[in-house]
Nanobody
Framework: QVQLVESGGGLVQAGGSLRLSCAAS????????MAWFRQAPGKEREFVAA????????RYADSVQGRFTISRDNAKNTMYLQMNSLKPEDTAVYYC??????????????WGQGTQVTVSS
């Protein structure tokens, strides 16, 4: 099973940018589609973006389409989330996980510990 560690979160003003990383242990990272989810206080965890094993197919939630870019480097066992034009409503804890498909989004592994993103207005 892949173990995941998220990093890169922080406090940023509205309109700013952050780049999140998800580092995976194990040699099977490249075998898994991966996804980012987020959870704001008092809300359900929600889908943000997903990427297939090769990185050639991606999918985004409507709320982040055009502002966020998901990518992966299989040689480094790492997935990224470039977040631009951040809004206060993007404030949440961001989690990465392996999924069975970027279309079904059913998890095939555990969550990482999460990284906090706070966007001030």
């Amino acid at each position: 099973q892949v173990q995941l560690v998220e990093s890169g979160g922080g406090l940023v003003q509205a309109g700013g940018s952050l780049r999140l990383s998800c580092a995976a242990s194990g040699r099977t990272f490249s075998s898994y589609p991966m996804a980012w989810f987020r959870q704001a206080p008092g809300k359900e965890r929600e889908f943000v973006a997903a990427i297939n094993q090769s990185g050639r197919s991606t999918r985004y939630a409507d709320s982040v389409q055009g502002r966020f870019t998901i990518s992966r480097d299989n040689a480094k066992n790492t997935m990224y989330l470039q977040m631009n034009s951040l809004k206060p409503e993007d404030t949440a804890v961001y989690y990465c996980t392996a999924v069975r498909s970027i279309w079904t989004l059913s998890r095939s592994g555990s969550w990482g510990q999460g990284t906090q993103v706070t966007v001030s207005s």
